[in-house]
């Protein structure tokens, strides 16, 4: 790291600078009124000064789900989002919907219930093809979703047969910029073929309301709070809906009430876990099973209470209560206002992460990059922004290969506000700052203020009056900007001192 603001040492530190004058030269210069400045007292910071590189967090290929001739395809720098037409096939539509689950199979009112399901289901919705709001976003394709399927169709011009066959839709992972499509209309193709590949620009993954209009939502968790196991989203009619990080295809959210009386299951166990890990065991009898015991309401009982929760029933869990959720999001976009009831199975909260970081290294140890610690990132057009160090690596390594090298991990940046010069760009190089010193009180002039005495040392020469002048002793120390730290008994604030013309 190049440091910005580094200690003035000797006299001979300032001669290589060119910023000394001393007093004899001031008795040569012509007379006239002199330039002055003033001693200003403020909150001197020195930084350290890094080189970084800003650039995407992640890439998508989106692959054709069946066989066939491509008979139009998106163009690169397109984006693609949920409801877009990325290519055809034969002529048919394939449409880009969100979601973690690959497509692998027809979906209609006869099929097997499924996280696949779950996903359509919560597209449907949000593309606003369940007006009415008849469809509960869970794992059954009922008539409601085939309902909302043939209002879908209808708006791609396509037969409405409430049937989604495997080769109309591609799941993707959020918003996609096309960089690059890898086929060429009149090709054929066998499934599983790359279409195009991009970069994420939205991780976009949505939390909905419970199966019930229970009341109003509260406690909405605020964009950029990172998302764990027990993170609470919000408060619908009083009950939390809390995620639970895990695999979204086993069980993407609890379908059904939990109370005492419940049949054993996999969702029991869930929330047992999820106490357990919270420190809530029922009075230490809690058993993590998947058996919903007396025990394990205490243990909700204790958790409500923990949060500030008073719900009509203490001992139930609702469905939708908890939302399982791939590791390493945050919440992104609210999509409700706190206070307000947007009714049963609304997409309420998207989870997203970082479309975009800033990365570096810095030497092992190195707790000026501390996690959360403030960062000024200036872009290659002069703007600077303000970020934090979201991540510190835990594998550190010797890059040089130099036995006995300082060994360095690397440091994630999150940013926001990327400005426009550098947005169609994958990789940019950006210059980090962070504060290493801060000195409060200092008197600060400007560098070319100082005499250097024939003696030895330093003074400033200060303005009495029209023609007169008088010399104080002091210590320079640290420089930024063309300024420098000085110490003395006679400095005070707005003290009006000579600087060289």
């Not at 600078?17 to 007093?23: D, H, M, N, P």
């Not at 209009?213 to 968790?221: D, I, P, V």
């Not at 290493?436 to 024939?454: C, G, M, N, R, Y």
């Amino acid at each position: 790291m190049a440091a910005v603001a580094v200690p003035i040492v000797a006299a001979g530190g300032f001669a290589a600078f060119g910023l000394s004058r001393s007093a004899a030269q001031v008795e040569d210069v012509e007379s006239g009124p002199p330039s002055t400045a003033q001693v200003q007292q403020l909150t001197l910071e020195l930084t350290d000064e890094t080189s970084a590189t800003l650039e995407f967090v992640s890439s998508a290929t989106v692959s054709s789900p069946v066989e066939g001739t491509v008979t139009s395809v998106a163009s690169e720098g397109d984006v693609v989002e949920a409801g877009t037409i990325l290519a055809t096939l034969d002529g048919d539509p394939v449409v880009a919907l969100y979601g973690d689950l690959p497509t692998w199979r027809d979906l209609d009112t006869s099929s097997d219930d499924g996280a696949d399901v779950y996903q359509l289901e919560l597209n449907l919705v949000t593309l606003g093809f369940d007006p009415d709001g008849e469809i509960e976003i869970d794992e059954e394709f009922d008539s409601a979703t085939a309902d909302a399927v043939e209002r879908w169709q209808e708006s791609l011009g396509l037969e409405a047969t409430g049937e989604v066959t495997q080769a109309m839709v591609v799941f993707v992972p959020g918003r996609i910029l096309v960089d690059q499509v890898s086929v060429a209309v009149g090709s054929g193709i066998p499934g599983g073929t790359a279409i195009l590949s991009g970069r994420v620009l939205e991780r976009w993954f949505a939390v909905p309301t419970t199966s019930e209009a229970n009341g109003s939502l509260t406690e909405l968790a605020s964009p950029g709070r990172a998302v764990t196991t027990g993170t609470v989203l919000f408060v619908d009619g009083g009950y939390p809906v809390v995620a639970i990080e895990g695999d979204v295809a086993a069980m993407p959210l609890l379908e059904r009430d939990l109370e005492v009386g419940v049949a054993n299951g996999a969702d029991v166990k869930a929330l047992e876990e999820l106490l357990s890990s919270l420190g809530f065991d029922g009075g230490g009898a809690l058993t993590v099973d998947d058996e919903f015991d007396d025990a394990t309401a205490d243990a909700l009982a204790e958790w409500y209470a923990s949060l500030g929760l008073q719900p009509e029933d203490s001992g139930v869990l609702p469905a939708g209560g908890f939302v399982v959720v791939p590791s390493g999001l945050e919440v992104g976009t609210v999509l409700v206002q706190s206070g307000t009831d947007p009714g049963r199975e609304t997409p309420a909260v998207v989870l997203s992460s970082p479309a975009r970081i800033v990365s570096t290294s810095a030497p092992l140890g190195d707790d000026t990059f501390a996690v959360d610690a403030p960062v000024e990132v200036e872009y290659p057009d002069g703007s600077v922004a303000t970020a934090v160090v979201s991540d510190v690596g835990t594998v550190a390594t010797n890059d040089s290969g130099q036995p006995g090298a300082q060994a360095t991990v690397p440091i994630t940046i999150e940013v926001d506000d990327i400005p426009d010069s550098v947005a169609g760009f994958v990789e940019v190089p950006v210059t980090l700052r962070v504060v290493t010193e801060s000195i409060p009180d200092a008197f600060v002039v400007p560098v070319t203020a100082l005499l250097a005495l024939a003696e030895g040392g330093y003074a400033l020469e200060v303005v009495d009056g029209p023609d007169a002048t008088h010399l104080i002793p002091i210590e320079p120390g640290v420089f930024v900007n063309g300024f420098v730290e000085v110490t003395g008994a006679d400095l005070v604030d707005g003290l009006e001192v000579v600087v060289a013309s």
